[in-house]
């Protein structure tokens, strides 16, 4: 299904989301948004989407049975990403 909304942008280039639209989307004031730009002017604007909720997504992905027993520490993982890409030794 398609809907359709016009709108007009301001002179500081602002767009007015329409209401259905922020329903539809769950967005609130101050929430943040993602604008996807696609070869002939299709654009798609989606909520961004938490770090914690892309691992979820990205982890349910994997058969139930195949999933972790435990957490991860996640910035640990990245701090030691970071530090071995940079070259500096581990403590």
């Known amino acids: 299904m ?6 007009v942008v301001g002179p500081k280039g602002q767009v007015v989301i329409p209401k259905e639209v922020r329903d539809l989307l769950g967005l609130k004031p101050g929430s943040r948004v993602v604008f996807e730009v696609e070869e002939g002017g299709v654009v798609r604007l989606k909520p961004e989407l ?13 058969p139930r ?3 972790l027993k435990e ?15 940079h070259g500096v030794p581990r403590r």
């Open 2 to 7: 398609v809907v359709r909304f016009v709108r």
């Open 65 to 67: 049975d195949k999933k």
């Open 71 to 85: 957490k991860v520490d996640l910035k640990a993982l990245l701090e030691e990403e970071v530090l071995e890409r």
């Open 50 to 62: 938490s770090p914690e909720s892309v691992v979820e997504e990205f982890a349910s992905c994997v």
